[in-house]
């Protein structure tokens, strides 16, 4: 690849890829970016919180930190499919509160370059389209990239 | 030009000048104290305050801070004259000494923020010299002489950042660093039961083979079948007892290892704890300034100096104590002419004490003025238009005294500049309340007010009351707790006709949780228990379904999306990693007052019948039995108390129980013969029995499980918890949950 580099110097440098761990929701495809990932763990027990945002799964137990975590289905308006009976947490970081999302089962990690990303399709759900930033094609579908900034406000 | 960095002496520097310029403010107070005193005494003071000057000029002069040493030399050289001429330092002249300390003090905290640049002293100067020289007639207003005090004087350049620290007594280190090893010795013999436990395993697993290559021998008249079970039975017997004195050894573990834990928890507790004096020590000098503010004639007695105190809660408290001593100087202690015309003592007294009273302390402020004229309340609440004159007629006096807690509310028409009574006293709540504490002010007209702060030890450490509803667990201020009440099934009956609960004369609303969270209910027939408790803004009930043990947690915010809602103030991690989210008491009580009836909601089925496990419990001790059955009635068990075995015996036989606790020592008939005699009787034998006693030899826990006991707890690691959790392992739990109360 380097030769092939050097033969061809005044081509544009294709912009750096961007790492997405993609997870599950039923069977659509999510990825949240590597960089705003702090830690991936099994769920033990979710302690609902009577009262809450609908967007709130509840609270976790992350190695004695208390993670509120997000219903990322309810948020996205997936579609109310068969529960995972073993939940992940997506614990996230850059935000001022410990948080993560409840997803039902991980994929993979995905390097995205800017230039394979493509607008959400026409027939999601305004709530969806909102909170991602395009789509990106991956061997194991279509991903949702998503703008978790975006997401922890719903 | 590199200057070494002195920083780390700063941070030192601060620490020592904070006690040098206390002890040198104590030193004036005694001075200005005691004019009539013998020469002696006067000397020991100036000697004090001398002493402090000197050194505190030394240590500043090595740092370079300039300024410092320039006031504490003026000083120095004051009292060594002062030494030499009594009378050199008078009224005025007391002013300027305490203001240059006053200057000091605001400087050292300037620095301790890391201002290192040194300041103007030049009008504090001129005043101690001239005082110095015996020229202190002109000296203008001493009061004012706070030229240092302004941070705007302070060029914004910043000096190295200082390290947080805090001073531990060494016997607090000490005893931390006993612990240490006994942390060890516990890991180790960890270490020595996995050993043993995995040997326990290669012995099983090797029965187990030996069992299976036995069935795969034909059966034939060479194979002596009745030998090989001989041999097994001899193997299983080996094993039995091994693992029953594994068990005996990891139990006591069990317990050594909770005491140390529960030990280095207390301690590490401790570290952040400071002494009320922290606080305290400052208040004679500010109840001098006060006191010539105000011209009154003030003494001060200090009580409970030692309490000790969280440190977060030490810096807050001061705040409103020291609003409640201006108030107590200002409004409450009367002029020394009136209190002469009175035939009161001339000096007004003030006493402020503090005292520790379980997981809580308690500060009290008291003064022996004028007190509160409820009169005056009234007449301030009709013009405030907070009620109506013949309402307030009715209020009870302790709801009057409230109001001046109340935002705005003052009896005087208009605010003096520095107190009218009423104004910051909804401030001073506020705090104590955000600390998880309470204000109450009690008040006899021409004798006295009396303040009382109650607040946490520690503010890390929320006591909490562990209540289910809905069938998972809440947790509960217990500050807040008034009482808790037990329902029959007739007053839960009265409860759903009219949500209303009789207590002192009071009605005070009742909501169950389940219904106020939108949990899923009781079921019928279920235990409930009120828990009555209080805000400042008036009494409720909330039912639950069980009233759990009391507990100390870490209290942690709710973050994030669940920042805003209002029901929870925040959440903790019970012991087994279990989240409880924490009950807002204020929320609960603003639900509670609007909640419709009971009846109305579909949250309560009707009564049926049902009924809670049983416990019946053994015990001759009074104290000991009642304790236990009230623990099993809190959390939703039916309980009787027997007196002795033989008593025991008699009920068992009346109707039917699910499970019998029983003490070792009683007359008549023992726990063991007790327990020996159930497993031998058909009737009785399935019915699981605990012992709880304070034998805790190897022997008396062999008997135990020998005579069939299913459970050994011993009295001295007796707690809630523990007998709530060995009960429920045995039977279930109090309610009858998920229809398996099939007792009934």
Redesign the interface.
């Known amino acids: 690849m380097d030769t092939v580099e050097q033969q061809e110097p005044e081509a544009t440098p294709r912009p750096e890829p961007v790492s997405y761990l993609g997870f599950f929701l039923g069977d659509e495809l999510y990825g949240v970016p590597l960089d705003q990932l702090r830690e991936v763990a099994r769920m033990s027990h979710l302690r609902r919180v009577p009262g809450a945002p609908s967007g709130v799964a509840g609270l976790v137990n992350l190695r004695g930190e208390i993670l509120c975590a997000l219903d990322a289905r309810t948020i996205l308006a997936s579609a109310p499919q068969h529960t995972s009976d073993t939940p992940f947490v997506v614990a996230l970081r850059g935000f001022a509160d410990p948080i993560g999302l409840v997803v039902d089962s991980l994929a993979d990690i995905y390097a995205v370059f800017p230039d394979e990303v493509s607008p959400p399709p026409a027939t999601w759900p305004a709530e969806r389209t909102v909170c991602c930033v395009g789509t990106a094609a991956v061997p194991a579908g279509l991903m949702g990239l998503l703008d978790l900034h975006r997401l922890i406000k719903v | 030009m590199t200057r070494f960095d002195t920083s780390v002496f700063i941070s030192k520097f601060v620490e020592e000048a904070r006690d040098r310029l206390k002890s040198l403010g104590e030193a004036l107070l005694r001075l200005e104290h005691t004019p009539g005193a013998p020469p002696a005494a006067i000397n020991a003071a100036i000697d004090q305050a001398m002493r402090e000057a000197h050194s505190l000029k030394g240590s500043a002069l090595m740092l370079g801070l300039t300024d410092i040493s320039q006031v504490s030399h003026l000083l120095e050289d004051l009292f060594v004259a002062a030494k030499r001429n009594h009378s050199l330092i008078t009224n005025d002249g007391f002013d300027v000494v305490f203001a240059a300390v006053d200057v000091l003090t605001a400087r050292i905290e300037q620095l301790a923020r890391g201002h290192l640049e040194p300041v103007e002293i030049g009008e504090l100067g001129h005043k101690l010299k001239a005082l110095l020289t015996g020229d202190d007639k002109k000296a203008p207003d001493p009061i004012a002489a706070r030229v240092l005090g302004k941070d705007t004087a302070i060029s914004p350049r910043r000096g190295p950042e200082l390290r947080q620290s805090l001073r531990v007594p060494v016997e607090k280190l000490d005893r931390l660093t006993h612990l240490a090893p006994e942390l060890v010795v516990q890991s180790l013999k960890a270490f020595e039961r996995h050993t043993e436990l995995r040997r326990i395993e290669r012995m099983l697993s090797r029965l187990r083979d030996r069992a299976r290559e036995a069935r795969l021998i034909p059966e034939s008249p060479a194979v002596d079948r009745g030998a090989q079970f001989a041999e097994y039975a001899d193997a299983l017997d080996v094993l039995t007892r091994r693992l029953r004195e594994f068990l005996v050894d990891f139990s006591d573990d069990r317990v050594r290892l909770n005491l140390i834990t529960e030990e280095l928890r207390q301690n590490v507790i401790e570290l952040t704890m400071l002494p009320v004096a922290t606080v305290f020590d400052a208040f004679p000098r500010a109840i001098r300034d006060l006191a010539r503010t105000f011209d009154k004639d003030v003494e001060l007695t200090l009580r409970g100096r030692d309490t000790e105190l969280d440190k977060k809660i030490i810096e807050q408290i001061s705040e409103p104590l020291i609003h409640l001593i201006r108030n107590a100087v200002d409004h409450g202690l009367e002029s020394t002419a009136d209190r002469e015309r009175l035939g009161k003592p001339l000096i007004g007294q003030l006493t402020l004490s503090a005292e520790q009273q379980g997981n809580r302390v308690l500060i009290t402020l008291k003064d022996d003025g004028c007190g509160i004229n409820p009169a005056k309340l009234r007449e301030s609440a009709v013009r405030l238009g907070l009620a109506s004159a013949a309402d307030l007629d009715r209020w009870p006096a302790d709801k009057l005294l409230d109001l001046i807690f109340q935002t705005g509310f003052s009896t005087r028409a208009t605010t003096t500049d520095i107190s009218g009574r009423g104004v910051g006293m909804d401030v001073v709540r506020s705090v104590v309340e955000r600390l998880g504490g309470a204000v109450r002010v009690h008040s006899e007209l021409g004798k006295g007010t009396t303040f009382t702060l109650n607040v946490p030890l520690s503010l890390a450490l929320l006591r909490v009351v562990l209540v289910e509803a809905g069938e998972?667990l809440f947790a509960f201020p217990t500050a807040a707790v008034r009482r808790i009440v037990h329902l029959g099934p007739d007053e839960l009956a009265q409860l759903q006709e009219n949500p209303v609960l009789t207590v002192d004369e009071e009605s005070i609303p009742v909501a169950p949780v389940s219904m106020l969270?939108?949990?899923p209910s009781p079921l019928p027939g279920a235990r409930q228990s009120v828990l009555l408790a209080e805000t400042t803004e008036g009494r409720f009930g909330l039912m639950v379904d069980a009233v759990h043990e009391e507990q100390e947690l870490v209290f942690?915010e709710?973050?994030?999306?669940?920042?805003n809602?209002r029901?929870?103030t925040g959440?903790a991690?019970l012991g087994n990693?279990?989240?409880?989210?924490i009950l807002d008491v204020i929320t609960l009580f603003e639900m509670t007052s609007r909640a419709p009836s009971i009846q109305s909601s579909p949250a309560i089925p009707r009564r049926v019948a049902a009924r809670a496990r049983r416990v019946l419990v053994v015990d001759d001790s009074l104290v000991a039995g009642e304790l236990q059955k009230n623990i099993l009635l809190a959390a939703g068990y039916e309980s009787e108390i027997a007196q002795d075995g033989v008593e025991g015996l008699e009920m068992l036989g009346q109707k039917p129980w699910d499970l019998v606790i029983a003490d070792v020592d009683m007359p008549r008939m023992d726990g063991f013969e007790l327990t020996s005699r159930l497993r031998a009787d058909e009737r009785y034998r399935e019915i699981p029995v605990i012992i709880v006693t304070s034998r805790d030899s190897m022997d008396d826990r062999r008997r135990g499980f020998e005579v069939g006991a299913d459970a050994y707890v011993l009295k001295r690691e007796f707690d809630q918890s523990q007998l709530l959790d060995t009960v429920r392992r045995l039977v279930g739990r109090g309610v009858p949950f998920g229809g398996k109360g099939t007792y009934a």
């Open positions: 998972e969270l939108r949990l942690k709710l973050k994030g999306p669940l920042r809602q029901t929870f959440a991690l990693g279990d989240i409880v989210p």
